[in-house]
């Protein structure tokens, strides 16, 4: 009986030893063990930021975080002494010299705000596409750091505009992971509507054609302009109607088609048909662009006729055919129809005729 009990005991004794050494040997694996690189979401560092294997301890704060969407840098025998403060000893340094602490943040740049701002006053009180707005913000404009938990999208909550001033207020609203509430952005600032235009790099005269040196492309204000703003590739080639000046944004009413012929010029009468090709001198008695119908003297006969400006100096003058008798018509082989074309014009300086080749 003695010896039974006595095995007992022994038994007892062994089974506890297994259970202290298992104890110890799990302690020693859940040792903590310094990190190199810490990343937070929150303004303050935990001692669970920092170790591994912190026991109740992980929740402790023990430094203020970085600014959002930055990195700062602790010595590990500032964390350690840190630690021990609260008892978190027995830590591994792994020979880590410092720890580099990184705070998570959402950065919404500059430029994406601009652009929303002008989405969100897209057509509003008679504005036009956002593409053509010129904003000038109250505040400078830079990229917004925010908590990394706001991960919603930038929802337009409300935008205002007046017209007469051009002022604008716009908010936004960012919803978040962690709770109900929205995170909340407000612009305020000056909005034009602005357009592209050909603007002058010179004072030009009256009935000068504009070279393509004459002109830039900008985007100006559209109350400036109007609604008739002429753009560059449009203008290189035309005739200015009035005087302009040096950065003038030019509007179509102020171009014209330059004047192929000018009044008092001599020209060229041009007589064609069927056959017949005749040129004349002549006098324009007013001036006028290509395709413009022109009062010209033609100065063999001393007689008024109207012809079509068709290139520089030259004008060509329809005539009525005579219709050959009806005889004729029978015999000929020119159809009748043919025969009334209308006689039109060409360029020379001589009144000779000449049959036209075939």
């Known amino acids: 009986m003695i010896a039974r009990s006595l095995l007992l005991v022994a ?19 859940a040792a903590p063990v310094l990190r ?6 929150s303004d303050v560092v935990r001692i669970g930021d920092v170790v591994d294997n912190p026991g109740t301890a992980a929740q402790i704060a023990i430094y203020r975080a970085p600014d959002l969407g930055t ?9 350690i002494a840190a630690l021990q403060a609260h008892r978190v000893i027995g830590v591994d340094t792994r020979d880590i010299k410092a720890v580099s602490v990184t705070r998570l943040a959402r950065t919404i740049e500059g430029k994406e705000i601009e652009l929303q701002v002008a989405h969100a006053l897209e057509h509003r009180k008679g504005l036009g596409d956002a593409a053509n707005l010129s ?4 505040r400078d404009v830079q990229d ?15 935008a205002r505009y007046e017209p007469g001033s051009g002022r604008f207020e716009v908010s936004f609203e960012i919803s978040n992971e962690t709770n109900g509430t929205r995170t909340r952005l407000r612009f305020t600032g000056i909005a034009v509507e602005t357009v592209e235009a050909a603007v002058l790099t010179r004072n030009v005269e009256r009935n000068e054609v504009l070279k393509s040196s004459d002109v830039v492309s900008e985007r100006r204000p559209k109350a400036e302009v109007g609604g008739d703003a002429a753009v560059r590739n449009r203008v290189v080639g035309m005739q200015a109607r009035r005087q302009l000046r040096a950065g003038q944004a030019l509007r179509v009413a102020d171009l014209a088609k ?16 069927t056959g ?10 007013e001036s006028g662009a290509e395709g413009d119908t022109v009062n010209v003297l033609n100065l063999q006969s001393k007689r008024n006729v109207y012809g079509v400006v068709i290139a520089r100096g030259q004008v060509a003058i329809s005539v009525a055919m005579p219709r050959l008798p009806a005889a004729a018509e029978t015999s000929s082989t020119i159809g009748a129809a043919e025969a009334a074309a ?4 060409a360029a020379s300086n001589n009144a000779q005729a000449s049959p036209k080749a075939e």
């Open 71 to 79: 990195t700062g840098s602790l010595p590990t025998a500032q964390v």
């Open 258 to 273: 330059p004047d192929l012929v000018q009044r008092d010029e001599n020209v060229t009468l041009i007589y064609e048909s």
């Open 342 to 345: 209308p006689v039109s014009i």
């Open 36 to 41: 190199k690189n810490v990343t937070v979401e």
């Open 144 to 158: 917004v750091r925010l908590e990394a938990w706001n991960t919603g999208a930038l929802q337009p909550a409300s």
């Open 276 to 285: 017949l090709y005749l040129t004349m001198r002549g006098k324009a008695l």
């Open 135 to 138: 904003l000038t913000f109250d």
């Open 11 to 29: 038994v007892l004794l062994a089974a506890t030893s297994v259970t202290a050494f298992a104890q110890a040997s799990e302690d020693a694996i």
